[in-house]
């Protein structure tokens, strides 16, 4: 159950941190706004890092659903 409890964190954290991310990007893009490189980078690696922390957490809960 604790286990459970921890998975589900670590997707939601790791889906907002990617969602938040993507936002950030897609909106700066769609206002127009030029954003350095080094942030576009740095975002670019927060979301490289959230992504197997996200693949791993869904796979446990699918194959912990079944």
Do not use: C, Q, Y
């Amino acid at each position: 159950m604790v286990e459970m409890k921890k998975i589900n964190m670590m997707w939601g954290i790791s889906l907002l941190v990617i969602g938040v991310a993507t936002m950030i990007l897609a909106s700066a893009r769609i206002a127009g706004i030029e954003l350095p490189d080094i942030v576009v980078v740095m975002i670019g690696i927060v979301e490289l890092t959230a992504l197997p922390f996200f693949a791993f957490s869904t796979v446990k809960k699918m194959a912990d659903r079944k």
